[in-house]
């Protein structure tokens, strides 16, 4: 992609009176040398793969660790009992990013976005706002492609993967690229998807990889949740006009900054946070028996 910064894309989207949609699919059709249409299929695709993820969830699978599973339908179960504090919306998309999360653990198949890892918050949120607000399947495709600009972005300024930079790289660039494709879906401007990014990718800032045994699924299947929810309170915030105090491409670079200051324990090799607990030495040792 040739921008390196989300100003960049803001500036571009301002200069010539365009979305951020339409910033991104320019860009796009000069990478891939093809015309929208043929971009917008492909992306056509990944979404009905992210839909057929959630119809095709199977409450009663385990993962191999039988650390994950069922959740996603406790989740259901609890939503019908009308006893939540929370609302459907966020029930939903609590319930989607469970379901994901499990699937991948689960061995099923998915879209990585932007990892296998984070896989259970882009589509937890789309189809929680598709199921309440009525999008249609071709203004959220259109949207992914916001999201999928701001993953690119970060992944040239920082990381997206757990080993890399840790969690905060992985859940924190699947949060952030969801809360700027929830902003364009609701028409808002190009600063507010800034300030979405900044806001989600803030709250996510220092956030370790440490997934037990070294499996994608403890911590990792809830905090697909969390980054989920992360982001949907802060396109919220950015569509009510709050801002982040500090610009959206700092914020990118303070990420990077902070994983590379990150140990290596919290990356991913499963020697620190969550997996160094005794419980998770008590599992992963259970595990290589
Ligand atoms: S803890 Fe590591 S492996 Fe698990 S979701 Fe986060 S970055 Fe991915």
Redesign the pocket.
Known sequence: MAYNSIEEIINKCNDNKISFYEAIMQDTCIATGKKEEENLERMRNMWQVMCEASQEYDSELKSRSKMVGGTGKLMDIYMKSGNSYCGEFILTVIAEALKMGESNACMKRIVAAP?A??CGVMPSVYIAVKKKHGFSDEEIVKSMFVAAGVGEVIAARAYIA?ATGG?QA??GTAAAMTAAGMVALKNGTPEQIGHAVAMTLKGMLGLV???VAGL?EV??VK?NVIGAANAVVCAEMALAGIESVIPVDQVIDAMREVGDNMPTMYK?TACGGCANTPKACEIASMLEM
């Open positions: 990892t890892g984070s757990g969690c992985e859940i990889c440490d997934p994608v911590p990792c905090r991913e």
